[in-house]
């Protein structure tokens, strides 16, 4: 029997009563079977990536891409638990122990899965391992590792999930983004209701201090600057990874994923929503190309990949510029956007919990009294819940150099920008003109940013994140 299936769509049922008459064609002859269904799921799983390779090289959509390898998993895991719960460990009338639900973690609960990348899984029961339990995750696991995918596993009840996600922020992230993928509904069910009872209720604070925490141990790890030669994509600053802390903290706070439903609830303006989903779609395009050309799950643009990845993402020479500068240059600006996004939302995340995460904790200084009194009375700016902002929404069409001057009060004070700022800062770009960039108020402002004895590096990585520095000093922008 030969059923071909689309790569994204093929019938797991289908499949298993096809794995079903190849285990009836090797009877007796256990070592037999096992090969020949490994073969067929291996011709199953690169044909589908090849078809999704040469989808993803048609029409460039990284994203749709990555959610087609997802679908393909999924398919092939429900065939996989099927047969071997129907066939290998059947049981006749299951008890209660004796349930079982196969939950997608981590990236790939999300949906999106780059070619090369790890898939998660949870084995959740509704009390301890049985022994049918423990011999069903061993034959799934063993298929899945002979097939050559690297797959992060954990078997856990439901009262180990809440106990370890409650202690464990890599766990409850995790788990923030479980989705079934077989098995019973009604368990998954369970956990979900007991994950938001007793893990995430009431727990904002916490879970925002330690993402922003992770998010700046890892631009540590990865390089402060977005502009390297050689990023990551993945864990870079600017990177997938910052786009996922968005929706993180999103989904923990609000229940929301970063789409139409944040902008209806005033999380996101319609701007930063399509920026959001235009940095995620070049983003996952970029990855899914690299994941299948480097044959890895490679997360690096090093040297010898970005010719490569210039010519499939189709960029042309144009004058001088050749291909693969035309792509990195807008790979760089597209980082930029993701910094500039993140800024604001998260900022605007922190101000609804009303609470200083550590990531802007070196921004702000205790203010006095008398320091607030001082800025409002002498600026057009005020500190409102320790963070700087505008006292009139036309501040910078009455004078556009209190753009450099809102940055200089940043330092002076060591405050944070509220993000209703760096919002209207944003929209004020166009502002910053010939007149300005010649203003010797705005150029004397500048320069004291410049000399200053503290804080020089934070405010001209915070005006370059809000696109002031390559207005104001173009040479920045090149």
């Not at 303006?269 to 995620?280: A, G, K, N, Q, V």
């Not at 490569?308 to 291909?323: D, V, W």
């Amino acid at each position: 029997m030969d059923i071909r299936y689309p790569a994204t769509t093929f019938d797991s049922a289908a499949l298993g009563s096809e794995l079903a008459a190849v285990r009836a064609s090797h009877p007796g002859d256990e070592t037999a079977m096992r090969k020949a269904i490994l073969a067929r799921f291996k011709e199953i799983l690169n044909a589908g990536r090849a078809d999704l390779e040469q989808r993803l090289l048609a029409d460039g959509n990284g994203r749709r891409c990555a959610a087609g390898l997802s679908r393909l998993q999924d398919g092939l895991i429900r065939a996989l638990f099927d047969f071997v719960t129907g066939y290998i460990y059947r049981k006749g009338t299951p008890s209660t122990s004796e349930h079982m639900a196969i939950v997608a973690t981590g990236g790939y609960g999300r949906g999106l899965l780059a070619p090369r990348s790890d898939i998660d899984l949870l084995f959740l029961l509704p009390y301890k391992q049985t022994p049918w339990g423990e011999s069903v995750v061993e034959l799934i696991l063993y298929v899945l590792w002979d097939l050559g995918l690297k797959v992060g596993h954990a078997t856990r009840s439901v009262d180990q999930c809440v106990a370890l996600s409650r202690s464990d922020m890599t766990i409850r992230t995790a788990l923030l983004d479980a989705r079934l993928i077989t098995g019973s509904p009604e368990l998954f069910a369970e956990l979900q209701k007991r994950f938001r009872a007793d893990v995430t209720h009431g727990t904002g604070r916490a879970f925002v201090e330690a993402k922003l925490t992770e998010r700046d141990e890892r631009h540590a790890r990865t390089g402060e600057s977005r502009y390297r030669v050689e990023p990551n994509i993945k864990d870079g600053k600017g990177g997938i990874r910052d786009l996922h802390t968005l929706h993180w903290l999103l989904k923990y706070l609000h229940g929301l994923e970063p789409d139409s439903g944040a902008v209806d609830a005033g999380l996101f303006s319609d701007d930063e929503f399509r920026s959001f989903r235009r940095c995620e779609d070049f983003l996952w395009t970029v990855r899914c190309h690299l994941h299948f050309i480097s044959k890895r799950p490679e997360e690096r643009l090093t040297f010898d990949v970005q010719q490569s990845l210039a010519e499939r993402l189709g960029y042309n020479q144009r004058g001088t510029m050749r291909a693969v500068e035309r792509f990195m240059k807008h790979y760089f600006l597209v980082a930029r956007e993701v910094g500039e996004l993140t800024l604001v939302v998260c900022a605007g995340l922190e101000m609804q919990q009303m609470k200083t995460a550590p990531s802007l904790a070196r921004f702000l200084s205790p203010l006095t009294w008398r320091m607030r009194r001082g800025i409002r009375k002498r600026t057009d700016f005020k500190v409102e819940n320790g963070r700087l902002t505008y006292v009139s929404a036309d501040v910078f069409r009455q004078n556009p150099v209190n753009i450099i001057r809102m940055f200089k009060l940043a330092q002076e004070f060591d405050v944070a920008f509220h993000p209703d700022a760096i919002r209207l800062v944003r929209q004020s770009l166009r502002m910053i003109d010939d007149a300005m960039r010649n203003d010797a108020e705005a150029n004397r402002l500048f320069l004291e940013i410049l000399t200053a004895t503290v804080s020089v590096e934070r405010i001209l990585r915070q005006m370059n994140e809000a696109g002031v520095l390559g207005r104001f000093v173009p040479e920045f922008g090149r």
